[in-house]
């Protein structure tokens, strides 16, 4: 069975870290650019960070750039989000995401979610 399963959300204080994962069965994520995005209610899921999947390029939302490095594990099968200096803005539903295109198909996979909670 396909499936992708975030884990690592939490409550944290201002100022602290987090680590997500998100661990892939099923399927390789190798050939999968990953991505994650947040949520929160009343907005619109946002991205946060994505990592390519051919030479591992990443990109970072203007608010959090500084703060969270993604990161892939090809040998564990997952990427992770480094969320450090964690604010209450941060706060959301986390989800990741695994994109492939193999022209003329394309494979998009999402998590679950795991909730972030930052607040004092």
């Known amino acids: 069975q396909v499936q992708l399963v975030e884990s690592g959300g939490g409550l944290v204080q201002p100022g602290g870290s987090l680590r997500l994962s998100c661990a892939a069965s099923?399927?390789?994520?190798?050939?999968?650019?990953i991505g994650w995005f947040r949520q929160t209610p009343g907005k619109e899921r946002e991205g946060v960070s994505c990592?390519?999947?051919?030479?591992?390029?990443?990109y970072y939302a203007d608010s959090v750039k500084g703060r969270f490095t993604i990161s892939r594990d090809n040998a564990k099968n997952t990427v992770y989000l480094q969320m450090n200096s964690l604010k209450p803005e941060d706060t959301g539903v986390y989800y990741c995401?695994?994109?492939?295109?193999?022209?003329?198909?394309?494979?998009?996979?999402w998590g679950q979610g795991t909730q972030v909670t930052v607040s004092s």
């Open positions: 099923g399927f390789t994520l190798d050939y999968y650019a």
């Open positions: 990592i390519s999947s051919s030479d591992g390029s990443t």
């Open positions: 995401n695994a994109h492939e295109t193999r022209w003329p198909e394309s494979y998009d996979y």
